[in-house]
């Protein structure tokens, strides 16, 4: 499921604020696809993915992201409504 990976992301996005790497790097978050067997990593920074998140969009590795409207592109990811 799409909704776990999302979870996981959460976790990964909590734990690198507590690390202090949120600062602008671009970290490892999941390929938030519809595809439950995907682990494809993507690296996009804490601000990039929490404005995703906040937006109800998600993050997604280039050509992973189905018909869903595309919000915008990345370096390997995109962002994409639904
Ligand atoms: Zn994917």
């Not at 992301?9 to 600062?23: F, H, P």
Request: proline share 2%; net charge negative; aromatic share 6%.
């Amino acid at each position: 499921m799409r909704t776990a990976k999302v979870e996981a992301n959460e976790r990964i996005r909590a734990t690198q604020e507590e690390l202090g790497i949120d600062n602008g790097n671009r970290l490892p978050f999941l390929c938030e696809c519809d595809d439950a067997a995907c682990r494809t990593i993507i690296r996009v920074t804490a601000a990039e993915y929490a404005q995703a998140r906040s937006s109800g969009w998600y993050v997604v590795a280039t050509g992973h992201s189905g018909a869903p409207r595309v919000v915008s592109d990345g370096d390997g990811y995109a962002v994409v409504e639904g």
